[in-house]
């Protein structure tokens, strides 16, 4: 077996152990098709959103480097959803273990025709064993039928079981991943998604834009109705004072003092 360390050595200008600024960082491999695009976005950038008070990094489809060794071995593509739990928030090239002390806690492979076999054999064991992620997740967007959940228990991999509503938990995030049927940049299918304990979906951006435009119509109607409402105690104001000035008039007529008038 070659070693890691003379592999770097004999690589020019990379200094030991190297950083994600000298690591290759794209493979040039795009996504398996627009849809896996879209479901990636739909499961990172709500969490992203949800979680943005906590110390944590969720990246997807880039290098994660748990070997020296990859740096010729770049066959093993990254994560398509990888979570890490207690670290600054900031950007990153490639997430480098060595580097960052620490790898993901969470892992989410999208299965395509090309990558099933690879994300739930290879992949399955690397994350077990080498980068022991703690829990590992599978879907295949275009057959949501085909979805699993790990959670390492005594060094490997033990298989979760889905909930009386048919959910996977994940424990590290405390929230659930669920099967979600509806219309997503016009695409209508069976999504994987993030949602709480109690089942409240974790909103996308198109979602919560439009919770905010609901919400702001709801206040502008809610104003439009206090305004309406002050409006009309104004015109009743007026009219009382109106016919008290007008009573105050009659009286005077006849010779009466209204200041008399207990």
């Not at 950038?45 to 994660?64: C, K, R, T, W």
């Not at 219309?183 to 998604?193: A, G, H, K, Q, S």
């Amino acid at each position: 077996m070659s070693n890691p360390t003379q592999i770097l050595l004999d690589i020019p200008e990379i200094e030991l152990p190297p950083t994600q600024d000298q690591l290759p960082y794209d493979d040039g491999i795009p996504m398996e098709t627009a849809r896996h695009k879209l479901q990636m976005d739909l499961l990172i950038e709500p969490l992203s959103h949800a979680l943005q008070d906590q110390d944590i990094y969720i990246g997807g489809n880039m290098f994660v480097y748990y070997s020296l060794a990859q740096v010729r071995n770049q066959d093993f593509r990254g994560p398509d959803v990888f979570i890490v739990l207690d670290v600054p928030r900031k950007e990153r090239k490639s997430w480098v273990i060595w580097e960052e002390g620490k790898g993901p806690d969470l892992v989410i492979e999208l299965l395509s025709e090309s990558t099933a076999q690879r994300d739930k054999n290879e992949k399955k064991l690397i994350y077990q064993n080498q980068m022991r992620v703690t829990e590992y997740f599978w879907y295949d967007p275009f057959n949501p039928k085909d979805w699993q959940g790990f959670r390492l228990d005594g060094g490997d991999y033990q298989p979760l079981e889905l909930d009386t509503k048919g959910q996977l938990e994940s424990q590290k995030l405390g929230l659930k991943l669920v099967r979600w049927s509806g219309i997503f940049y016009n695409i209508d299918t069976v999504w994987l998604r993030w949602a709480t304990l109690e089942g409240e979906l974790l909103p996308n951006s198109q979602e919560r834009e439009k919770t905010a435009q609901e919400n702001a119509e709801t206040e502008r109607q809610r104003a439009e109705t206090e305004r309406q409402r002050a409006e009309t105690e104004r015109q009743r104001a007026d009219k009382a004072e109106q016919k008290a000035n007008r009573l105050v008039e009659l009286l005077r007529a006849a010779g009466i003092d209204p200041d008399q008038i207990e």
